[in-house]
C-alpha cells in the first residue's frame, strides 16, 4: 500500500499548485483523505479533508483559497492551493483515514517552497 504525493515545488508569493495524492493497493473510495503540512519546527496540522462521502472541510487560512477534490476511480485526492504565501511553505502530507477514525496510511511527503 502506498500513498505518493506530488506537486510540489518552488513557487512565487501569490502562486498557485496543484498537490496530488495517488494510492495503490488501496481503494480510497473507502477512506476519508486529508491534507496535512508540516513547517519548519511546528507541529504537524491539518488542512483540509474529504470524507468517503465528499464532505469538505478546510482549515480557515485555506478557506477561499484552496480545493480539495478526488476521484475514486482513479484513485487520487488534489488540493489546489492559489494565492501561496510564504507562510505556506510545508511538507504536505496526504493521509488515508479509515471508518474507524484511524490513520491507516500516510504518503511521505511533498515540499512546497513559496519564495521570491
Known amino acids: 500500500v502506498q500513498l505518493v504525493e506530488s506537486g510540489g515545488g518552488l513557487v512565487q508569493p501569490g502562486g498557485s499548485l496543484r498537490l496530488s495524492c495517488a494510492a495503490s493497493g488501496l481503494s480510497i473510495s473507502s477512506y476519508d483523505m486529508d491534507w496535512y503540512r508540516q513547517a519548519p519546527g511546528l507541529q504537524r496540522e491539518l488542512v483540509a479533508s474529504?470524507?468517503?462521502?465528499?464532505?469538505?472541510y478546510y482549515v480557515n487560512f485555506l478557506k477561499g483559497r484552496s480545493t480539495i477534490s478526488r476521484d475514486n476511480a482513479k484513485n487520487t485526492v488534489d488540493l489546489q492551493i492559489n494565492s501561496l504565501q510564504p507562510e505556506d511553505t510545508a511538507v504536505y502530507y496526504c493521509?488515508?483515514?479509515?471508518?474507524?477514525?484511524?490513520?491507516?496510511?500516510r504518503g511521505r511527503g511533498t515540499q512546497v517552497t513559496v519564495s521570491s
Open positions: 493521509y488515508a483515514k479509515s471508518y474507524y477514525g484511524t490513520y491507516d496510511y
Open positions: 474529504i470524507t468517503s462521502g465528499g464532505t469538505i
